[in-house]
């Protein structure tokens, strides 16, 4: 089969596909940001076509065709969902009245896919509000001067017509926390800005992701990432020291003009901030940058 020939037939079928999935209530605008960055899928057909004189063997073509049809069915299942109303809802507050004596906290996030929101909104310790297809399993309890909390999903749900996850979550600023966040494919943000911060293990499979820092002490930081848009914002006069690791990837970290020493880039105001983060991010493909943000006076 000619590559002309399977690319046509590739075409009808993804379309004829995406329909389909439409009618079902499962193309949502992620799915297509995400289905559009296969494109290069395209040149690496033809490319494999140049080694049989720009023929396909007829079991490669099936091959082709069947692995990029599950592509885009997982792609589609993963994504969120078009719509946000119903679900089940699920809220779950920690109270400082309750517990007087804390001083950190442990978070452990694990969020399959839809919008996740966090900040610093709230008088209590822990505020959360969670809506989604499957119920969310918030949980936590208290030793000595932590506070250990734990949410996540029960059971497996596929994205619905009109239903998909949001969370929103707000941290203490009075206590210092290790953050743990484990998602699918997300649409977030973390503003992180002004909540002490020991450590933050980001795990993102695909969306995009944008994390808020500012005033969080010494931080150390590890981001994996995969078909996912990572964004950091961080004030000029916050100390950044970055490993950045990704071939596929794409970054703005040699635009920002930060020297390059032993593989990390490291921002002109480390060694006088008051606050440092260490960060290590893998992304397999995607993007990653980071923007720097005037400080206000």
């Given at each position: 089969m000619r590559a002309g020939t399977l690319l046509l037939a590739l075409f009808f079928i993804l379309?004829?596909?995406?329909?389909?999935?439409?009618?079902?209530?499962?193309?949502?605008?992620?799915?297509?940001?995400?289905?559009?960055?296969f494109w290069p899928l395209i040149l690496?057909?033809?490319?494999?076509?140049?080694?049989?004189?720009?023929?396909?063997?007829?079991?490669?073509?099936?091959?082709?065709?069947?692995?990029i049809i599950v592509g885009v069915l997982v792609l589609a299942f993963a994504a969120p969902g078009p719509g946000i109303q119903g679900g089940i809802?699920?809220?779950?507050?920690?109270?400082?009245?309750?517990?007087?004596?804390l001083e950190t906290g442990q978070l452990t996030l694990h969020f399959g896919g839809g919008r996740l929101f966090l900040d610093r909104q709230t008088e209590n310790w822990?505020?959360?509000?969670?809506?989604?297809?499957?119920?969310?399993?918030?949980?936590?309890n208290v030793e000595e001067q932590t506070l250990y909390l734990n949410l996540r999903e029960r059971g497996v749900s596929l994205p619905g017509r009109n239903i998909i996850n949001i969370?929103?979550?707000?941290?203490?600023?009075?206590?210092?926390?290790?953050?743990?966040?484990?998602?699918?494919a997300v649409d977030g943000e973390l503003d992180?800005?002004?909540?002490?911060?020991?450590?933050?293990?980001?795990?993102?499979?695909?969306?995009?992701?944008?994390v808020k820092l500012?005033?969080?002490?010494?931080?150390?930081?590890?981001?994996?990432?995969?078909a996912a848009n990572i964004k950091l914002l961080v004030p000029e006069d916050m100390g950044m020291d970055i490993r950045m690791n990704g071939v596929l990837a794409n970054?703005?970290?040699?635009?920002?003009?930060?020297?390059?020493?032993?593989?990390?880039?490291?921002?002109?105001?480390?060694?006088?901030a008051t606050s440092r983060v260490l960060l290590d991010i893998d992304v397999a493909v995607g993007n990653f940058t980071v923007e720097v943000l005037p400080i206000q006076s």
């Open positions: 379309a004829g596909l995406v329909i389909f999935l439409s009618n079902l209530g499962y193309v949502s605008p992620m799915f297509i940001q995400q289905l559009l960055r690496i057909i033809i490319g494999i076509s140049l080694f049989w004189g720009g023929i396909i063997p007829r079991f490669l073509s099936f091959i082709l065709v069947a692995v809802q699920t809220q779950l507050s920690v109270e400082q009245g309750r517990y007087p004596n822990f505020d959360g509000s969670f809506r989604g297809p499957a119920q969310t399993v918030p949980s936590y969370w929103h979550i707000h941290l203490s600023p009075s206590l210092r926390w290790e953050l743990e966040v484990d998602s699918g992180l800005e002004g909540i002490p911060l020991d450590s933050v293990n980001l795990k993102v499979g695909a969306g995009n992701m944008t500012g005033d969080n002490g010494d931080v150390n930081m590890r981001v994996e990432a995969g970054t703005n970290l040699r635009e920002l003009g930060w020297p390059l020493v032993d593989g990390r880039y490291r921002s002109p105001s480390y060694n006088r």
